[in-house]
């Protein structure tokens, strides 16, 4: 249910940017599949404005790769295929290695020590079974390291991928699979950057993200043979 007093802002650009927001939370929280149609009235309607911010969010998620503006259709959330997909893993490991080295060379104490207290967060999440828990934490350490790496132009891009890759799901399919191999990962990154290390912290960074992109073909394939079994054919 969208809370339309956050709506209620002072200028249009403000108003953009907010329905923006609400629509790039939907896609991402799965409410909104790829391939669906998105209604520029129908979203106004929902949010108490114009059509005129939603015109403009849409045509900022059409940049972003979000959505796409078709003839004769309408905007409809964008749907990307496997190798795209893949793509986006490569590219976005090269970034997050960046972004790894960038806080070793320039991190404070203070965020040094808050990537350590999120590891230990996560750790004590994962041992007791908390699932939710875990994966918020998961997406934050990988935000902060992102925020204090202090290169925005990396950040902007590899928000941007994360957000992409999202539009590629399959209902049923887990992508949380070996968590203690990914922990593993996380301390080696937090090591290196508690080590001053860049090359450390760069091979790190991007080997999780790789490490990952393998993890996620491993359970899209048990995800495909669990099929096979159930109805004997081939998916």
């Known amino acids: 249910m969208i ?11 403000t108003l953009t ?9 939907m896609i991402m929280a799965g409410e909104v599949a790829a391939g669906d149609r998105l209604s520029e009235s129908a979203l106004a309607d929902a949010m108490g404005v114009s059509r005129g911010p939603v015109r403009e969010a849409m045509r ?7 959505v796409e503006i078709i003839a004769n259709k309408g ?30 060379c320039n991190g404070t104490a203070g965020q040094v020590a808050e990537l350590k207290q999120n590891l230990a967060d996560m750790i004590s999440a994962y041992e007791a079974g908390d699932h939710g828990r875990y994966y918020e934490l998961n997406v934050a350490f990988h935000a902060a ?5 202090g290169n925005a132009r990396a ?10 890759m999202h539009l590629f799901r399959r209902r049923g399919l887990s992508f949380v699979s070996n968590v203690e191999a990914s922990l593993d990962e996380h301390r080696d990154i937090v090591e290196a950057i508690a080590a001053g290390d860049a090359e450390a912290a760069f091979r790190a960074g991007r080997a ?26 081939p998916r």
């Open 3 to 13: 809370d339309q007093p956050r709506f209620h802002a002072r200028n249009v650009e």
């Open 145 to 149: 390291i992102a925020e204090y790496s």
């Open 75 to 104: 905007v409809v959330v964008r749907r990307i295929e496997m190798e795209e997909v893949l793509d986006l893993y490569d590219l976005r490991g090269v970034i997050f290695g960046l972004a790894v080295e960038g806080v070793a």
């Open 60 to 66: 900022a998620l059409a940049q972003a790769g979000l």
């Open 17 to 25: 940017t907010s329905v923006q927001r609400e629509i790039e939370r």
């Open 208 to 233: 999780h993200v790789m490490n990952g992109k393998q993890r996620f073909l491993s359970t899209l394939q048990q995800s495909r043979a669990h099929k096979e079994v159930e109805t004997g054919e």
């Open 155 to 164: 950040r902007a891009i590899y928000e941007s991928l994360v957000k992409e």
